[in-house]
């Protein structure tokens, strides 16, 4: 007789950790029990809960020890805020330090989250960088497994998350995304994606359009068993793992076969795939000066390189080799560019190119080090969003985001110092993608410089307020404001530069931030750390800014053993 198939998706968060594990393995840590909730919810009227919407449980799985990570879709859509994003990070360390002890510990995702909640905002943006830092440090140890079962899927911020998972394993009835349907909407109108049209949204970002486009692995039926089945086979090495973030050439070549300017089918995207593989790129110039960019990236970037040559494959991805003193430096910038052959990032977006470049000259200047002295590598970030359309989702734009986000992280655990300045706005999946994974940063103290994870326009319409409740919202919790003065006060900066002319900087400009960059780099030397645990350090962090970010991850460490 037939065994009745038993659903994952229909599962809710914790009952899909507990299926995962081993019976009798199951360690729930900081359950609802200890009572860890938002402590920035209620003044905005919301009523927390008391996991704050992630399971996260030690066991074994096969007897191979395991940590479970499962988001709970139904607690404020999954969203990560400062307490469950450092749940999830705080879990990863300890994995990270127990593989590094020689406990292969394996950590599997269960993902069902709409990406950061942005009711806490910045919070969520820092949490997610600590999570892609430290998936890309235990990736050298053990599989990093992803899981996306249904229901909501993997949006957002964690949908790069997802992207840098060593193995992806999804349903049909999954969904993949950096962009939700109705942001994509919102911020490019229905005729680039109607939000409304359930079957263009499962052509596009759905399990079986995933997996036969390159970015996903394994597409398993909703069922409890075949869910273990599949994570027990990556688990085993029954499967080759070669990571997307890693695959630059492959999908730079997959790029390179589309024509942006005729709207896709999925059927031509999965052939466009297989082609990829077997197609030569050919060589084309790249025209840089065709036009005036009046951005502040741009205006930075040409005056920290000086006469120091160019050597970008594209136009709105600007990268240059110069010295600072005695050290060299390369300089990567995302610019405007009028004649991008992607339309939907003209504006200096972080679009498909424009990831896997950034991750293209990273890599390069990770390799040409090998055996020399670590270039310092600085992201000049003036990013205005990563880039929203149909084009953008179908060819996989967290994909490319997470490229960019594992090979920044690649080459801070290699021993570059990494170091973001921040003349301009910082938003969203464009800054996770372009400077989250520095080591320090910098940003200077002017009104343009904004941080945070999505418009105000766009925010107001998904958390249901009006622009002027939005910024109502932003006086209680200092996360949601888009200023750097709040920004700073959560204890990420290394410094905020004063006196500095931001629009049109002269010589005496540049050498404050050449002075800024040096001391930065001999604060990361002296630290001697390659991973992230500055931020939560700072004096800021420990008092006003992350003290609930500090003590999750307190309590994790003493409920690991």
């Known amino acids: 007789m037939k065994a009745l198939r038993a659903s994952f998706t229909e599962c809710n968060g914790r009952e899909r950790a507990i299926e995962l594990l081993d019976s009798g393995s199951y360690k729930e840590l900081l359950g609802p029990f200890d009572g860890f909730e938002s402590p920035h919810l209620e003044t905005q009227g919301i009523v927390p809960q008391s996991d704050d919407g992630v399971t996260v449980a030690k066991g074994t799985l096969n007897t191979q020890p395991a940590v479970v990570i499962s988001m709970e879709g139904d607690f404020q859509?999954?969203?990560?805020?400062?307490?469950?994003?450092?749940?999830?990070?705080?879990a990863l360390e300890r994995a990270l330090i127990d593989c590094e002890a020689g406990v292969m510990t394996v950590p599997i995702f269960v993902f069902d989250t709409g990406g950061v909640r942005l009711q806490e905002a910045n919070y969520g943006l820092l949490a997610i960088a600590e999570i892609g830092a430290a998936i890309v440090a235990l990736r050298r140890y053990v599989p990093v497994?992803?899981?996306?079962?249904?229901?909501?899927?993997?949006?957002?911020?964690?949908?790069?998350?997802?992207?840098?998972?060593?193995?992806?394993?999804?349903?049909?009835?999954?969904?993949?995304?950096?962009?939700?349907?109705?942001?994509?909407?919102?911020?490019?109108?229905?005729?680039?994606?109607?939000?409304?049209?359930?079957?263009?949204?499962?052509?596009?970002?759905?399990?079986?359009?995933?997996?036969?486009?390159?970015?996903?692995?394994?597409?398993?039926?909703?069922?409890?068993?075949?869910?273990?089945?599949?994570?027990?086979?990556?688990?085993?090495?029954?499967?080759?793992l070669y990571p997307r973030t890693e695959q630059v050439e492959r999908?730079?070549?997959?790029?390179?076969?589309?024509?942006?300017?005729?709207?896709?089918?999925?059927?031509?995207?999965?052939e466009l795939w297989s082609r990829s593989e077997k197609a030569v790129q050919d060589e084309a110039e790249v025209v840089l000066d065709s036009y005036k960019s009046t951005s502040r990236g741009k205006t930075w970037f040409d005056l920290l390189r000086g006469d120091a040559e160019e050597i970008s494959d594209i136009p709105s991805v600007r990268v240059a080799d110069s010295m600072i003193g005695d050290k060299k430096v390369r300089y990567i910038a995302v610019v405007p560019d009028t004649h991008n052959r992607f339309p939907r990032s003209r504006r200096g977006e972080v679009g498909l190119e424009e990831g896997w470049?950034?991750?293209?000259?990273?890599?390069?200047?990770?390799?040409?080090?090998?055996?020399?002295?670590?270039?310092?590598?600085?992201?000049?970030v003036d990013v205005p969003s990563q880039a929203y359309g149909y084009h953008e989702e179908m060819l996989g734009i967290h994909q490319a985001c997470a490229a960019a986000v594992d090979a920044y992280a690649s080459a801070r655990l290699a021993g570059h110092p990494v170091i973001s300045f921040i003349p301009g706005k910082a938003i969203s999946g464009a800054f996770l993608a372009h400077g989250m994974q520095a080591n320090r940063l910098i940003a200077l103290h002017d009104p343009k410089v904004n941080v945070h994870v999505m418009s105000k326009q766009s925010a107001a319409r998904i958390t249901q307020r009006s622009l002027d409740e939005l910024e109502k919202a932003t006086k209680k919790v200092p996360a949601m404001a888009y200023d750097i003065d709040s920004f700073e006060k959560l204890g990420a900066l290394f410094s905020v530069v004063d006196g500095v002319e931001a629009d049109a900087p002269g010589e005496k400009d540049r050498d404050v931030i050449y002075m800024e960059i040096q001391r930065a780099v001999e604060d990361v030397q002296m630290n001697g750390s390659t991973d992230l645990s500055v931020r939560l350090s700072s004096s800021y962090a420990r008092t006003v800014g992350r003290p609930a970010s500090i003590l999750v991850r307190r309590k994790l460490n003493e409920q690991w053993s």
């Open 77 to 90: 859509g999954g969203g990560i805020g400062e307490i469950s994003g450092a749940k999830i990070a705080g």
């Open 145 to 240: 497994i992803g899981v996306i079962p249904g229901k909501i899927g993997a949006f957002g911020g964690m949908s790069i998350t997802a992207g840098l998972c060593s193995a992806l394993i999804m349903t049909r009835e999954g969904r993949l995304g950096l962009n939700g349907p109705e942001v994509i909407e919102q911020e490019a109108g229905i005729r680039e994606f109607d939000s409304q049209d359930r079957q263009l949204i499962w052509r596009t970002v759905g399990g079986e359009q995933r997996t036969a486009s390159g970015f996903a692995d394994m597409l398993a039926e909703d069922d409890v068993e075949a869910i273990k089945e599949a994570v027990t086979s990556v688990i085993k090495g029954e499967i080759t």
């Open 251 to 270: 999908y730079q070549t997959f790029l390179w076969l589309v024509n942006p300017l005729q709207r896709l089918s999925s059927e031509e995207v999965r």
């Open 357 to 380: 470049s950034i991750a293209k000259f990273v890599r390069e200047a990770i390799e040409l080090d090998q055996e020399d002295e670590k270039r310092v590598i600085v992201a000049i």
